[in-house]
């Protein structure tokens, strides 16, 4: 448990399941930085939201932008905290006037669930004091899903292996990368300690959050919805399904 970490070292490389992201870690690139150039540029972004119970460690969210002349996948904003449902609230507040997300989604189990009903009946009251309300959609989430290699959470590796993904990580190089004191409450440590060492390292909600944000990018990114239509004209007709095959 202390190599894994303190020091990044799994078990076995099998441990990881995220075996390619560190191919995508930019230690030039600082989140700060970059989540300013998405601001001012109106990068296309969207949020993922793993709302804590009591008993966890924090609730995270995690804002992806795609950066509009490499088409990568990029944080821009990674956030944890010990947070009330109404300083939720604010967080996406602030999340929502910097990026404009097109959809900020929450994990829809029991918690998760009543911040959402807690966010749009207060919202429905004032539309101002959460203008991002109405951008709220449930992302539906079983353990199945989300251990499908394919639909699931571990399929994000193959998106590192293709480099679609550039992930910030210059604080590696300036931050208390090694204390815990600090990465637990530092956003951009914490996100990339988790993708590194998931599912082995003692919390994986920043990486729920990814995943959830990154389910969103799939839905809605223009490219993603070109592609599949461009997918489903391409398939065959089956005479059997036209009428063809049938005497």
């Known amino acids: 448990?202390?190599?894994?970490?303190y020091k990044q070292i799994a078990t076995s490389e099998t441990d990881?399941?995220?075996r390619h992201v560190?191919?995508?870690?930019?230690?030039?690139?600082?989140?700060?930085?970059?989540?300013?150039?998405?601001e001012e540029e109106q990068w296309p972004?969207?949020?993922?939201v793993d709302v804590?119970?009591?008993?966890?460690?924090?609730?995270?969210?995690?804002?992806?932008?795609?950066?509009?002349?490499?088409f990568h996948r990029i944080p821009i904003d990674a956030r944890i905290?010990?947070?009330?449902?109404?300083?939720?609230?604010?967080?996406?507040?602030d999340v929502f006037r910097r990026?404009?997300?097109?959809?900020?989604?929450?994990?829809?189990?029991?918690?998760?669930?009543?911040?959402?009903?807690?966010?749009?009946?207060?919202?429905?009251?004032?539309?101002?004091?959460?203008?991002?309300?109405?951008?709220?959609?449930?992302?539906?989430?079983?353990?199945?899903?989300?251990?499908d290699q394919e639909a699931?959470?571990?399929?994000?590796?193959?998106?590192f292996r293709n480099k679609q993904w550039a992930i910030p990580a210059r604080h590696m190089e300036e931050h208390d990368y090694n204390s815990y004191e600090h990465f637990s409450r530092c956003g951009a440590c914490s996100f990339t300690r988790q993708l590194w060492d998931y599912p082995n390292h003692p919390t994986t909600d920043m990486v729920m959050a990814t995943w959830i944000a990154r389910n969103a990018a799939d839905a809605y990114d223009p490219r993603q919805q070109e592609a599949i239509k461009k997918a489903v004209e391409d398939v065959p007709e089956d005479p059997m399904l036209s009428g063809g095959g049938w005497l």
Request: positive net charge.
């Open 152 to 159: 699931g959470v571990a399929a994000m590796d193959v998106e």
């Open 52 to 70: 804590s119970a009591k008993r966890r460690r924090g609730t995270t969210i995690v804002t992806i932008g795609i950066e509009p002349k490499t």
């Open 99 to 147: 990026y404009n997300p097109k959809v900020i989604r929450v994990e829809n189990n029991s918690v998760q669930e009543l911040f959402l009903d807690m966010a749009r009946h207060v919202s429905d009251g004032d539309p101002s004091k959460y203008p991002w309300a109405r951008k709220l959609e449930p992302h539906l989430t079983t353990g199945r899903l989300k251990h």
């Open 1 to 5: 448990a202390y190599n894994r970490m």
């Open 45 to 48: 972004s969207y949020t993922g």
């Open 22 to 38: 560190e191919d995508c870690f930019d230690r030039q690139m600082d989140m700060r930085l970059v989540g300013k150039r998405a």
């Open 16 to 18: 990881r399941v995220f």
């Open 81 to 93: 905290g010990a947070w009330s449902s109404p300083e939720i609230c604010e967080q996406l507040n």
